[in-house]
């Protein structure tokens, strides 16, 4: 891993400007797995970087799925109080994303479906207008074998699904994922910068510059990458370029006996002994 960026009393990259990273994707695409880990690297780097994951926020404004209504998560008319709630979350995690610019973020990752191109025209120009450098990073996957894992290993185990059995907690998933499928228009305009990722497991505007884009395929099998500018945003694509969903081990093992013991300055040669621990 590279060594951490330049870092200033404010923790922000003066030329880069302030970066809001738009999340778009259907449900179980690894969404969540690449915001939290983009946001631990970006703040290793001495960036400062907030996620704001509507999930959350709906949750724990909302409580969990058995408190919202049965029409919470379909598409098309809904009754008033379900288009309230909605508002009321959308405009909830908007207010966190402001909040947390205003005091000092530079890079805000939004964890949402945002799975329409009027909700990311709608969104993107809110925060363009003011200078906010728009991207979107896209999460793809056509697996379901690597779909259904990560329901099983994440999803399921999540406060909206407490108490329920799997299998059902899983079938009630994908139901959720098939409203959403019928109505979801992947990232193609090019008004804003996007990075598109593929298979993960866990029109332009009028009057606009264009904004960088990221989307993200398969891990591993597919990366596009549309218009993005600059030092802070390339090492973004970096990152996701080497981002990975499977577990690894790791061994951790003590330098070989060296022929001058206790000096890390000296670079010795192995002694017989050393030479024994290499060879194993």
């Not at 990722?197 to 596009?224: F, R, W, Y």
């Not at 694509?237 to 003590?254: G, K």
Request: a neutral charge; hydrophobic letters at 35%; proline letters at 4%.
């Amino acid at each position: 891993m590279v060594a951490p960026l330049y870092t200033t009393a404010s923790g922000l990259l003066f030329h880069a400007g302030k970066i809001l990273v738009v999340t778009v994707g259907l449900p179980a695409r690894g969404k969540t797995h690449i915001s939290r880990a983009l946001e631990r690297y970006l703040r290793w780097a001495g960036v400062k970087t907030q996620v704001v994951s509507l999930g959350d926020y709906r949750r724990k404004t909302l409580g969990g799925a058995h408190n919202l209504p049965p029409d919470y998560f379909s598409f098309g008319e809904k009754s008033p109080e379900t288009e309230a709630l909605r508002e009321k979350v959308q405009q909830g995690c908007e207010a966190l994303i402001w909040d947390f610019f205003n005091n000092g973020c530079q890079v805000i990752i939004y964890d949402a479906n945002n799975g329409t191109r009027a909700q990311r025209e709608k969104l993107g120009e809110k925060f363009d207008k003011v200078g906010i450098h728009v991207i979107m990073l896209e999460s793809m996957c056509d697996n379901n074998a690597i779909i259904e894992r990560n329901i099983r290993s994440v999803k399921i185990s999540s406060p909206d699904y407490r108490g329920w059995d799997p299998d059902e907690a899983v079938k009630d998933y994908f139901h959720r994922i098939q409203v959403r499928q019928e109505h979801y228009e992947p990232v193609e305009e090019l008004t804003w910068p996007f990075i598109r990722i593929i298979n993960v497991s866990h029109d332009a505007c009028s009057g606009h510059e264009e904004i960088p884009t990221l989307g993200l395929a398969q891990v591993g099998e597919k990366i596009m990458v549309n218009n993005i500018r600059g030092y802070l945003q390339s090492r973004i694509v970096f990152f996701l370029m080497n981002i990975h969903n499977r577990f690894r081990t790791i061994y951790f093992a003590r330098s070989g006996q060296s022929l001058i013991e206790h000096s890390y300055r000296a670079d010795a040669d192995l002694s017989p002994a050393g030479g024994n621990t290499r060879s194993v």
